[in-house]
Every structure is written in C-alpha cells, then in structure tokens.
C-alpha cells in the first residue's frame, strides 16, 4: 500500500511540473525568460539586453510588465509569470510569452522580480530598440515618431543599433530625425547637437520647430543656430501655408466652377434668371445616391465604377427636366426677368418638396470609390483625391463645353443666338429650340456638377441652395454668357475666399466678396469679359 501511494504522489507530482515543462518547451527564448529569476539587478539588466537583442516582438509584455513591477517567478518550479492582484490575497497569473491563464495563487506562492530606476531605463530602451527592428515597416515608422515626440535621450543608442540595420529609406529618414530630437535633449557635444539642428531645419515643419525651439533661448552657436533654423522654417512654413490656401481655393473655385458653368450657358443665351438651377445640380446628386443604392444592393463590386454609371445618367434627368421647364414655363415669360425669377424660384421650392416627399428631410449616404479616397503629401500640402479629381473632372467638363460650342453647329447656332437673336432667327435658325435644347444642356452640366458635389458635400434638399447666390456671382463677375470669363471668376473667387477666411471668417469673407463684385460691376457692368455683337451691346 506505500508503495502505491508513493507512486500516486510522484504521478501528482509529474503531473502538477508537466504545465511548466511544455511551456518550456513550446518558447525557444523560456529559459532566458525564466532566468531574469535567477539573480540580482546587474543580472537581470544583462538578461534584458539579451532579450532586446533577439528582435522578438514577444518579449515585448515580459519587458513591461517587469518595468511596471508585474513580474513574478513561481518560487516552487521558478516559471516567470505576470501577476495581477485577485481577491482573498491571491494573484492571477498568465503565461508572459503567450497570455495563457495559468489560474490563481496564494500570494506566498510567488515572487516579484524587482527592478530599480537603472533597470527601469535599461527596460525603457530595450523596449524602444525592439519595435524600432520590428519586422513591419509601419511599427518602426511608428516607433520613430514616438521617440521623436518624447525626445529621450536613452534611446539614442537603440535608434543607432536600429539605423544600422535599417533598409527602408523612408524609415531610416524618421529615425534619423528621431535621433536628432534625442540628441538636442541629451548631453552629448556640441558639435553632436549643431550636426541635429542641420537634421531638424531639413525636416521643416511645426514639430521640429518644438524641438528646435527648446534649445533656441540660450547664448552660443547652438542657440544662435537653432534660432537661425526655426526663423527659416516659419518662413518656410508660411510660404506652404500659402501654397495651401492657393489649393484650396482651386478646389473652392473647380466647384463654383461646375456649379456656374450650366448657368452661365443659360443666363448668357436666354437672358433667364432661372432660381432653380441649384435644384438641378440636386437632381444629379440625387441620381447618384440612387444609382449607389442600387449596385449596394444588386453588384457591390461595381461600387468603384458607380460615378461613371451615374454621370450620365444625372446629365439625362436634370438635363430632360431643365427641357420640360423650358417648354412648360420659361418660353411663355421671355423678356419679363421678374416674372421669371419668381416662378423659377416658386418651382426651386416645389422641388426641394418633392425631394423631401420621395426621400426624406435628412441627407443621404453617398460614398467615395476607392480611387477618391485618402490624401497624399506633397511637400508641406495636404491634397485629398476626392478634391483633386473633382478639379480635374471641372476643368475637363469646361474643355468638353468649349469644344461643344467652338466646333458644332449646335454651338455655332448657340453663339448666333447669343449675339444677335434677330439676326440669328433671319438666317433661319429656330431660337426656341436652340433656347429649349440650351436650356437643356445647362440644366444636364448642373446634373452632372451634383455627381461630383456629392463627393465632398450632404446630399440633401438644400444642397442646391448653397450655390445658387455663388454660382450668379461667379457669372456675373467673369461675363454674361462668357465659358472663360465663367473660369477665371470661379477661380479667382475660390482663392480670394480662402485667403479672406483666416482673417474675416468663412461669412464675413462671403460678405466681402460679394461687396467686391458690387463696386467691381459698378465700374465693369458686363464683367471681366464682356461678349461681343450687336444685341449684347444694346
């Protein structure tokens, strides 16, 4: 009978060790984990060196949770655990190379792994020096930048271990930044830190004017040189501050530009101050909401291709109600401009009515393909795709127009209309369907400028209403009936706006814009570009 019982202990025995053994075995870098029990503080700072010194990002939670005083070893097998603080005087202990729970214990049954503050900066750098070799690109970059913000010192060495090793110029570019910001807080030469300036002033932008800033307010060549640095950078700065705001204002301007553009074909032409124009680019948004919906529903992997779809689509239904309008109202109130204004305005309302009965008050959901998503950098510039395809599409949907006009007969006849009505009705050309189809045709370029809107505003009821007062200014100011004219003041407009917002506000800048164009038109009544003939004149 003691002879089974001494072998069922040794069983219990062999079975409570087993947990320990696989863990063991299943780690190839447990024994150096378990040996950060094994002796005092000289020891265990050599133990993490030679953790740091692998590049595994597993070791990453023993080194913190050691820092952190998390770190205890199972005095009867010696195992290195993380222990956190349980009721009943007990920690829970989890596996530090894998997380695996490994149940709870009294806490005489463990140990912690004391660190002191020369040990806690060993852990620090060690810990920088293993994501800065981390094997994904995106975490070295990361890691870089953090040491960047942080400035320390002690992570000088681990970023010269890590730029020795580095291959990716991109990376290689952030560490030596990083290295630079750390040098500055650090008490290497002078010659060091001068060399770090260099590096800073070459990076150029507000966070190294922080770093250098630091170092600015003293006396010697440092601060003069560091002075020196962030005087060109805010020169610098300033420079691409306006360089931005010049894009900006592009990118304001290619949409005033869509929005204007029908109704400088339509107001040049036919005299018509048509007041529901805005609710034609509202049409083409909504066209494309629709047509979104649809292929979410029926072939989401035709979603990048959804604006192509919509485009002309948009074009044919704002284009066929601008007809209708046309036929049905505007051919019966020619030469009465007031009369004009006001029923387009009452049809602008009945509209946006419309729109609210069939699909709600609220804005609706419209995405952006993949290939008008994201931004990119160039230089100190920020230019989103959406915004960069927009302008191109403005400038290519002007091209398309001019071309319409220059070498059609649709647009020679347009042109006749245009300068001399009279004249161009004795020559034999119908005016009233060169006024339907122009009509037409403005009301189709708003459609497709609502496809593009709806890219980077709320598609809603109101939508239209945001452009209509900018879209009648732009026409204004450019020229009557002037596709160059229309260009130029949409661009010049879209430039002077955003340079006037820092200073005035987004409304106030709109106001002065507008008393601008006011005394602009009081010393030019025709605009930048006034069109030529006979009926223009008088």
């Not at 020891?43 to 080194?63: M, Q, R």
């Not at 939508?463 to 949409?490: E, R």
């Amino acid at each position: 009978m003691r002879l089974i019982r001494l072998l069922r202990f040794c069983a219990a025995l062999l079975a409570l060790c087993a947990p320990s053994t696989a863990l063991a075995e299943e780690h190839p870098l447990r024994g150096q984990i378990n040996a950060l029990a094994e002796g005092g503080f000289d020891h265990v700072e050599t133990i993490v060196g030679d953790l740091a010194a692998t590049g595994d990002p597993s070791v990453v939670p023993t080194l913190e949770a050691l820092g952190e005083g998390d770190l205890f070893y199972r005095k009867d097998d010696g195992l290195v655990v993380i222990a956190a603080k349980a009721p009943g005087r007990k920690y829970t202990l989890s596996d530090p190379l894998t997380d695996e729970a490994l149940g709870e214990v009294k806490r005489s049954a463990v140990k912690k792994i004391k660190v002191n503050n020369k040990l806690r900066r060993a852990i620090k750098a060690a810990l920088g020096g293993l994501t800065l070799r981390s094997p994904d690109a995106a975490t070295r970059a990361a890691a870089a930048e953090a040491v960047f913000k942080a400035r320390d010192a002690d992570a000088i060495d681990a970023l010269d271990a890590a730029l020795a090793a580095e291959t990716d110029s991109g990376v290689r570019a952030l560490m030596t930044e990083a290295r630079a910001a750390a040098v500055l807080g650090s008490d290497l030469s002078d010659d060091d830190k001068l060399a770090a300036v260099d590096v800073l002033l070459a990076r150029g932008d507000q966070e190294a004017v922080a770093v250098l800033a630091s170092v600015a307010t003293g006396t010697g060549p440092l601060a003069a040189a560091a002075s020196d640095a962030v005087t060109a950078i805010n020169n610098s700065l300033a420079l691409w501050d306006g360089a931005q705001s010049v894009w900006y204002g592009l990118s304001l301007g290619s949409v005033l530009l869509l929005a204007a553009i029908g109704l400088a074909i339509t107001f040049g032409v036919m005299g018509v101050i048509n007041m529901a124009h805005g609710e034609m680019v509202m049409l083409g948004a909504y066209t494309t909401f629709v047509v979104q919906e649809i292929i979410r529903t029926s072939a989401p992997e035709l979603f990048d291709y959804s604006l192509a779809i919509a485009l002309p689509l948009a074009f044919f239904v704002a284009g066929a109600a601008g007809f209708a309008i046309e036929r049905g109202i505007i051919r019966f109130l020619y030469g009465r401009p007031l009369e004009t204004l006001l029923a387009t305005w009452g049809l602008s309302l009945i509209l946006q009515q419309a729109v609210r009965t069939i699909f709600g008050p609220t804005n609706r959901e419209v995405g952006n393909p993949s290939f008008m998503s994201g931004a990119f950098e160039l230089g100190q510039i920020t230019i989103t795709y959406n915004r960069l395809w927009i302008f191109i599409f403005a400038l290519i949907v002007f091209a398309l127009l001019l071309l319409l006009l220059r070498v059609t007969s649709f647009g020679l006849q347009m042109r006749a209309v245009t300068q001399n009505r009279a004249m161009a009705a004795a020559m034999g050309i119908r005016t009233p369907w060169v006024d339907a189809l122009t009509f037409a045709l403005g009301s189709g370029i708003a459609g497709i400028a609502g496809v593009a809107l709806s890219q980077i505003d709320n598609v809603s009821p109101n939508l239209g209403q945001s452009y209509i007062i900018d879209s009648f200014m732009v026409v204004v100011f450019g020229g009557v009936g002037n596709l160059w004219g229309t260009l130029l003041g949409a661009l010049s407009l879209g430039v002077v706006n955003k340079f006037l917002e820092p200073y005035a506000g987004a409304v106030l800048g709109k106001v002065l814009v507008l008393v601008f164009i006011i005394l602009f038109i009081q010393q030019r009544p025709r605009g930048m570009f006034a069109l030529k003939g006979r009926s223009v004149e008088t």
